[in-house]
C-alpha cells in the first residue's frame, strides 16, 4: 500500500515513515499542501496522511483541494493532529477525512492504526 504523509514537521515525517514502512507500506513524503497535491496527483498513494495545522496552505485546505480533484479525490484522507477535542475531531470528519488519528502517537502502533481507519471504510 503506498502512503503519502503530508507533515511540516520533518521529525513526524520521519517517525510516520519509519513506522510505516517497518509493516511493509511504501510511504511518499510532503512537507506542505501545494508538494502534497503535486505528490499525490503524480504518485496516487491509496491513502494521505495530513497534519492539519501547516503554513502556507492548512490541512482542511488541503483537503478541500485534493477532493475538488476528480484525479485524486477518491484518495482517503486520514487527519493526523494534536488537536483531540470531540469537536474539532468531528469538524474534520465533516469536511470528508476517512478518520483522524492523534499526535502524538506510538510508532509501533500507528500502522494497525491506520490500517484500522481503512477496514472501517470499506
Known amino acids: 500500500?503506498?502512503?503519502?504523509?503530508?507533515?511540516?514537521?520533518?521529525?513526524?515525517?520521519?517517525?510516520?515513515r519509519v513506522?510505516?514502512?517497518r509493516?511493509?507500506?511504501?510511504?511518499?513524503?510532503?512537507?506542505?499542501?501545494?508538494?502534497?497535491?503535486r505528490s499525490a496527483r503524480d504518485d496516487?498513494?491509496?491513502?494521505?496522511v495530513l497534519d492539519v495545522m501547516m503554513?502556507?496552505?492548512?490541512?482542511?485546505?488541503?483537503?478541500?483541494?485534493?477532493?475538488?480533484d476528480p484525479a485524486i479525490a477518491g484518495v482517503p484522507v486520514v487527519f493526523l493532529t494534536a488537536k483531540a477535542m470531540r469537536?474539532?475531531?468531528?469538524r474534520l470528519r465533516a469536511l470528508g477525512a476517512?478518520?483522524?488519528?492523534?499526535?502524538?502517537?506510538?510508532?509501533?502502533?500507528l500502522a494497525g492504526e491506520l490500517e484500522a481507519v481503512l477496514r472501517q471504510r470499506a
Open 55 to 68: 503554513p502556507e496552505m492548512d490541512g482542511p485546505a488541503t483537503l478541500e483541494a485534493l477532493l475538488a
Open 23 to 37: 509493516r511493509g507500506f511504501a510511504v511518499a513524503e510532503a512537507s506542505n499542501g501545494p508538494d502534497g497535491l
Open 1 to 16: 500500500m503506498k502512503v503519502l504523509i503530508i507533515d511540516d514537521d520533518p521529525d513526524i515525517r520521519l517517525i510516520v
Open 44 to 48: 496516487r498513494p491509496d491513502v494521505i
Open 19 to 21: 513506522s510505516l514502512s
Open 98 to 109: 476517512a478518520g483522524v488519528l492523534l499526535k502524538p502517537f506510538d510508532p509501533l502502533s
Open 87 to 90: 469537536s474539532e475531531i468531528d
